[in-house]
């Protein structure tokens, strides 16, 4: 390795320009993009769909599909062109000086080769014999934090978590410490506190090999805790790019502006204000633009913008923006009004829906699954209740039995106005049909394919009001209007439309029959950040107009504390927390929820003392003996949380947890981080 | 579309990359079904093979009028003549001409066979759409029951039944159609379990919808693409089942001018060096089948994703 | 593990009677009073009566069921009418030659398949692939008893190469037999390629296109490593079930074949029952069938879930 190349940087694309071919014709991904990462620096990708960032990273692996192809530009990893390679070389350069990590880890290793077959393979691949590959194998993956890695090598990937598939994902691409580490989602689909460790490890990893990241997200709150600098894509273009305490402080390009406004942070609710939103549509993928790129969408736009496409200025140091007005950008008009939904004017109301005592259990060959146990609370008219927790947390079936989907066990409450409803829905009147609605995370999933707009909804009026004809004809247009849904587009199909559209058309068909409580199940988790804001405005001025109750399920701290007026806290079927988001929001609060808040990066833009929860979630099949959050629980007491489950308690007034600790104890131990735990991740009947 | 996304999100998929914000096209209405057949249009295989359809069709349609001779005209003097000017393909045993029974012969078996497997995948719908969305005790015992049926091969089934009730075009298309069933309702139980999952039908559910309009007006259209597979493939079936049939002289009966019977009766004459009243009817059906067959695989690449 | 196997006889011991029920209530629905038949029609009516009493068709159908289950169970399936032997005597060589026949076609179609298919799957697009796909699509459509016209006519009758019959004579050595059920099973190995190949091919089509493959492809594995380590053992798996399947219509096409060729073999021995309204041939010689096939598949599906991971060890705990 000659000096040059010693210093040379990691990864270094010039004026990259990148197309596919689709039914015959030409269409630019990529539309010259031009960054470097330097030796051992991290730089993060920024940008929504069809932006083109995966083909960024594919691209620097000269892995495109078979109907792309590299138009101009060039690709230099380490010091070398790669475009210039032949086979050989670029296999040789896949082994020993680049990466990748992606999205879907189970599905990214071999269902049929052992774990530990598939990671020698690697150290095999650079010349190791049989022996040495398995031995620096077993080394690799206990460096990933894998407690007992003999056995994790014997086993299939269909056996092991998310989490643990990550690790070993990540154990095989250091494993010949390469120069490049490409990221491309790499915790989508992990729980929170399972994204925080691994996010923590290749932090770690990082350090200890001194290999450059390049890290391709949608989450910018993720690149603000991993990367050193950044660079946001949007239509195959680098638009801003630069140290990301810079550009987090001082955005200089209106997309930047726009998407930071878009996402709830600082702790903001809806009472505060309306969240901004990015006007137009995300250009399709491949589309002729003249110009600048964001021209279409830019408050800021003038003739120049759409004549001339700027160059990248430089706005400070290492900083550049591509955009002619770049020192106004923070100038940039609010696309949404600015003023917030009111507060509902009464508060002490009977309560719409109560439970109390729900549990659920399901019945599988050989072992029970406790999905719910002993949930109790009340919703109130016009409010949002938040409901928070990670998988196995029970979250849907305790929405599915509201509904009356799944039936709960014997002994389970759960009332509407004041009357018991009847487990199942078949059994409810169409008063009660009609007052509990839904609106899905997936809205390919939630319309029917082969219907029209008209047809979904009129059919949801026909059926849950009884409506017909003129009357019907009304209702569906004031419906749209309501969901700001073009009427003119009502004969459409569902595939003819956007992923914003098709929710909207979701959430009138959940608004038909006037209901007195929606559910959200992760409704916007499925759409760009851009996307996202509308519709939670929308939720939000539906609610304040319509005096609907919400039971707000979602993974997306912020989202949550920013729709929300109450927080419930799940773990493994059990309440853990519940009050006022703000109370739930700060200390003193359950452990849960403390190191749930933890993990998320830059939740609030406040520093939160780290903690990390060790091991993964238990299996709700075999919940864990007393308290069932003590085998994680960093503020364990003793024996006295393995032996008995605590209650719910009131702590503080409308405030509730189930924690052996009172709520003086708990504000005095959060001022500090926990001491850790032994690393081991202790079975449920263990105790450290 | 992003080559490197997945094509359309399965049921209750989280996919973070959403598809982009395309302002919809009012007029693009018909366009995913414009393309679906545009696709066919351009598939080569799918064009030989309606072509040759089409051909036997017109005969099929017009074979009296086309045909040289009465297919049913016997001439003892001339039997067994080999192919000449006077008859291109010769004259069988009784003397008749075997091109005219060939072109005639297409009529019984392109009535037979389509009323069957239309037949069949009525009711192998509605089994496949109870089983497939009721599952439990329903599917236990109604898949046990095909399960049993599907042991037996179709020929032998067919056989049997056949035997039992006798020989007719009528016996046939009830047989045939029986026995195809039990393997339509095991495609269509699939493509239902898969669907049963989206969340419209959650979502039907919650307005307490009939059993029956979820089932029929739900479900039933986003499966019509795997149903409309299966038929064209269960038509080529068909009809290989049935000249089968009448070659073991089950099917359709002589003196009619099927193929099939026509080997069946000529068969023995092979080793006497009478080749033509047996290879050009075998033609026929080789052709015809493959010509459906390849059609069959037209529609499935064109409709794979319903 | 134990348990799945189990679990699985017991349910293909259950699929197994019903069938034997189905084939009872089958073969009674065949017209022709038994002992009239044997008789002829101008037998005098009480001595029908009498023939039948000995044979016992005039009992109930539960017991004449009863009878010929419990027979059949212990190798006792009556007495054939046609051909006035004991049923078992008939099945027995016929069980023996059509297995040879099946054989013989299986141990070509399988290995010609499978690398025709993942051949064809690796040229996915291109003329190899459209040759292999259209032509296995053809050949399989085609009716046997076509191909046996055909390939008669050109390899015995005009090339003279092979046997018109499949039938070797007696006492032939094992290249003699062979060559006498070559053309036989040629016409099933038609047939059946088009099928498996198809598996095949879909198969490593949807391997290729996995996330794993393209993780072997990032690590730097050369391309004939990744198809022959990675792809390969996941592409296979469901060919296998396919396979399996393939029996019943390899069985069908025994009726066939074995007619034609004029082959003493199960096929025909059905077809002769049929013909003949041999009830007690007809009867068991159909139950063996069924059993051959469910044994075949239970075989396949044990076979699958001992090749396939995540069913030999259970999900994620």
């Not at chain 1, 290793?109 to 052992?114: D, G, T, V």
């Not at chain 3, 047939?191 to 296109?209: K, P």
Request: aromatic content about 8%; some cysteine; charged content about 20%.
């Amino acid at each position: 390795m000659t000096t040059a190349t010693a210093t040379a940087p990691a990864l270094e694309l010039s004026d990259l320009e990148v197309a596919y071919r689709v039914r015959g014709v030409w269409r630019p991904v990529l539309r010259g993009i031009s960054f470097s990462i330097a030796q051992g620096e991290s730089y993060g990708l920024v940008g929504e769909s069809g932006c083109g960032k995966s083909t960024a990273a594919f691209a620097a692996l000269r892995f495109l599909a078979r109907n792309g192809r590299v138009m101009n530009g060039s690709i230099h990893v380490g010091g070398e062109d790669l475009l210039a390679m032949d086979e050989t070389g670029v296999r040789r350069l896949r082994t020993t000086k680049t990466a990748m990590v992606y999205q879907n880890p189970t599905s990214a290793l071999n269902p049929s080769i052992r774990i530990g077959d598939q990671v020698a393979e690697v150290f095999a691949i650079a010349g190791a014999g049989e022996k040495e590959a398995t031995e620096r194998a077993h080394e690799m993956l206990r460096k990933v934090q894998i407690a007992d890695p003999a056995s994790v090598m014997q086993r299939y990937p269909h056996q092991l978590s998310g989490g643990m598939n990550q690790r070993v994902v990540i154990a095989m691409a250091l494993a010949n410490d390469p120069t490049l580490l490409i990221l491309d989602e790499p915790t989508t689909g992990l729980d929170a506190t399972v994204e925080a460790e691994v996010l923590d490890l290749v932090a770690a990893l990082r350090a200890e090999f001194d290999t450059s990241l390049l890290f391709i997200t949608h989450n910018l709150e993720v690149v603000a805790k991993m990367c050193d600098r950044l660079g946001v894509l949007y239509a195959g273009r680098i638009v801003e790019e630069g140290p990301v305490r810079e550009v987090f402080d001082n955005p200089r390009h209106p997309y930047t502006v726009g998407l930071f406004r878009c996402i709830p942070r600082g702790g903001i609710r809806k009472y505060d204000q309306q969240l901004d939103t990015i006007p137009g549509f995300l250009p399709q993928l491949g589309a002729e633009l003249e110009g600048c790129v964001f021209t279409d969408r830019c408050g800021l736009a003038q003739d120049v913008c759409r004549q001339q496409e700027p160059p990248l200025y430089e706005v400070g140091e290492g900083h550049r923006s591509r955009c002619h007005f770049h020192e106004r950008a923070h100038e940039l008009p609010r696309a949404t009004a600015a003023e917030a939904v009111k507060r509902p004017s009464t508060e002490a109301e009977d309560p719409v829906v109560r439970t109390e005592g729900i549990r659920k259990t399901f019945h599988q060959e050989g072992h029970d699954i406790h999905a719910l146990a002993d949930i109790s609370f009340a919703l109130k008219p016009g409010e949002t209740l938040g409901l928070v927790g990670e998988s196995g947390s029970g979250k849907t079936t305790l929405a599915r039995t509201l509904l009356g989907l799944t039936a709960p066990d014997e002994g389970s409450v759960v009332e509407l106005d004041g009357r018991q409803l009847a487990p199942g829905i078949r059994k409810r009147d169409r008063e009660q049909v009609r007052a509990l609605q839904i609106v899905f995370q997936n809205p390919d999933s939630a319309l029917n394919r082969r219907f029209s707009i008209h047809r979904i909804i009129a059919r949801a009026l026909t059926l849950l009001r009884g409506d017909r004809g003129e009357e019907l004809e009304n209702r569906l247009r004031d419906l749209a209007h309501s969901v700001r849904f073009d009427v003119r587009l009502i004969q459409a199909r569902p595939a003819q439309l956007s992923g914003g559209l098709k929710q909207r058309v979701a959430i009138a068909r959940a608004f038909a029959g006037d209901p007195r409580v929606v559910v959200c199940d992760e409704p916007t988790s499925a759409l760009d950040v851009s996307v996202q804001a509308a519709i939670l405005n929308l939720l939000a001025e539906l609610q304040a107009n319509e005096g609907v109750a919400y039971l707000f399920i979602s993974h997306d701290l912020g989202v949550v504390r920013y729709l929300s007026d109450r927080i419930a806290v799940l773990y493994l079927g059990r309440l853990m927390e519940f009050g006022e988001a703000d109370e739930v929001y700060n200390a003193p609060q359950h452990p849960y929820t403390e190191a749930l808040l933890s993990s998320v990066p830059g939740a609030e833009g406040e520093e939160r003392p780290r903690i990390r929860l060790q091991g993964d979630i238990p299996s709700a099949a075999d919940p864990p003996s007393g308290c069932v959050f003590h085998t994680r629980c960093p503020r364990y007491i003793g024996d006295i949380c393995r032996d008995q489950e605590p209650e719910l308690k009131e702590v503080e007034p409308g405030h509730f947890w189930r924690c052996h600790y009172s709520a003086e104890e708990l504000r005095e131990l959060q001022k500090t981080a926990p001491p850790g735990r032994p690393a081991a991740a202790p079975a449920p009947e263990d105790e450290p | 579309m992003d080559p490197q996304q997945p094509a359309g999100a399965g049921p209750g998929t989280a996919t973070v990359t959403a598809p982009p914000e395309i302002p919809a096209r009012a007029d693009e209405a018909r366009q995913a079904r414009r393309e679906q057949f545009r696709l066919l249009w351009r598939s080569k295989t799918f064009i030989a093979g309606a072509l040759i359809l089409g051909f036997w069709v017109i005969c099929a349609i017009f074979g009296e009028v086309i045909a040289p001779d009465d297919p049913f005209a016997t001439d003892p003097l001339n039997d067994l003549a080999a192919p000449s000017g006077d008859h291109w393909f010769g004259t069988d045993r009784l003397g008749r001409d075997v091109l005219s029974r060939v072109i005639v012969g297409a009529q019984d078996i392109l009535i037979v066979a389509p009323l069957a497997t239309l037949l069949g995948t009525a009711l192998g719908t509605v089994l496949g759409l109870l089983t497939g969305y009721f599952r439990g005790a329903v599917d236990d015992v109604l898949s046990r029951i095909i399960d049993a049926f599907l042991a037996l091969p179709v020929i032998i089934v067919g056989l049997m039944a056949i035997v039992a009730l006798g020989p007719s075009n009528v016996t046939v298309i009830f047989v045939i159609g029986l026995v195809f069933a039990p393997v339509i309702a095991r495609t269509v139980r699939a493509a239902v379990l898969t669907e049963r999952e989206f969340e419209y039908v959650a979502a039907a559910r919650l307005r307490n919808e009939h059993t029956a309009y979820i089932m029929f007006a739900e479900i039933l259209p986003n499966v019509s693409g795997p149903i409309l597979v299966e038929f064209t493939v269960r038509l080529g079936y068909a009809i290989f089942t049935i000249a089968t049939l009448s070659f073991l002289g089950l099917g359709i009966q002589p003196p009619a001018p099927d193929w099939g019977v026509q080997i069946f009766e000529q068969y023995g004459l092979i080793s006497g060096g009478y080749w033509w009243p047996v290879l050009f009817p075998a033609l026929a059906i080789a052709s015809l089948v493959v010509a459906v067959n390849l059609m069959a695989d037209g529609v499935t690449q064109a409709f794979e994703r319903g | 593990m134990a348990r799945f196997i189990a679990k699985r006889v017991l349910l293909g011991l259950i699929t197994l009677w019903l069938l034997s029920v189905l084939i009872f209530l089958l073969a009674q629905v065949l017209p022709g009073d038994v002992g009239r038949r044997i008789l002829g029609p101008f037998a005098d009516q009480k001595a029908v009566d009498a023939l039948n009493h000995e044979l016992g068709t005039d009992r109930s159908l539960l017991a004449q069921y009863g009878d010929w289950i419990g027979g059949f169970v212990t190798g006792d399936m009556g007495e054939s009418l046609a051909f006035r032997r004991p049923v078992d005597d008939v099945i027995g060589p016929a069980l023996v030659n059509s297995a040879k026949l099946a054989l013989l076609a299986f141990v070509i179609v399988v290995p010609l398949a499978i690398v025709g298919g993942v051949y064809a799957a690796l040229k996915e697009g291109r003329p190899a692939d459209r040759v292999i796909s259209v032509g296995g699509i053809s050949a399989t459509a085609i009716p046997e008893f076509v191909w046996a016209v055909v390939l008669i006519l050109v390899f015995a009758l005009t090339l003279d190469l092979l046997p018109v019959t499949a039938q070797a004579p007696p006492e032939s050595g094992f290249f003699t037999q062979l060559k006498y059920l070559l053309l036989p099973a040629l016409c099933l190995v038609f047939v059946l390629f088009g099928y498996i190949s198809r598996m095949a091919r879909a198969g490593t089509i949807e391997s290729l296109d996995s996330d794993y493959t393209r993780t072997a492809i990032i690590k730097g594995l050369p391309r004939r490593t990744v198809i022959r380590r990675h792809v390969l053992r996941n592409s296979l798996l469901p060919t296998i079930a396919v396979v399996a399947t393939q029996i019943g219509y390899l069985i069908g096409g025994l009726v066939v074949i074995e007619v034609i060729f004029n082959y003493n073999g199960i096929g025909q021995a059905l077809f002769d029952g049929l013909q003949q309204k041999d009830f007690p041939l007809l009867q068991s010689t159909v139950l063996i069938v069924g059993i051959v096939y469910l044994v075949a598949t239970l075989l396949a599906d044990i076979l699958y879930s001992l090749l396939n991971p995540r069913l030999r060890l259970g999900a994620a705990e």
